[in-house]
């Protein structure tokens, strides 16, 4: 359960840090709480904000449209910010625009599901 609760605190965190991935922190989140806690695991997937997203992401290997252009809109919304704002060295801008072009690859790859 640590280890699914410390997961899970990262993929929120990762929401609203480009850099740190959500989806990779909240279905190892899930694997943890299926194992540890049927309650936390049923919470977890019953959630309002993520558990359409976590139990598309599992069993349909998906996600919807209106997930992808948000992801992608909040992923270059602040990855941009970041490089214009955070730093002036160039490797760091370059660093942080290649983390953006491969999450978008991933994301653009992953099956869209109709609602």
């Known amino acids: 359960m640590a280890v699914g609760t410390a997961s899970l605190t990262a993929g929120i965190v990762g929401i609203f840090l480009p850099i740190l991935p959500t989806t990779p922190f909240?279905?190892?989140?899930?694997?943890?709480?299926?194992?540890?806690?049927?309650?936390?695991y049923r919470w977890l997937i019953s959630n309002r904000l993520f558990g359409d997203y976590i139990r598309n992401y599992i069993e349909r290997r998906g996600v919807t449209l209106r997930v992808k252009v948000s992801c992608l809109?909040?992923?270059?919304?602040?990855?941009?910010?970041?490089?214009?704002?955070?730093?002036?060295?160039?490797?760091?801008?370059?660093?942080?625009?290649?983390?953006?072009?491969?999450?978008?690859?991933?994301i653009l790859s992953l099956r869209t599901l109709k609602r």
Not at 26 to 40: N, P
């Open 26 to 40: 909240l279905l190892l989140s899930a694997a943890c709480y299926i194992r540890s806690s049927q309650r936390f």
């Open 73 to 106: 809109a909040l992923l270059w919304i602040t990855i941009g910010c970041s490089a214009a704002l955070a730093t002036d060295t160039l490797w760091i801008r370059i660093l942080l625009a290649v983390i953006a072009f491969g999450v978008t690859i991933h």
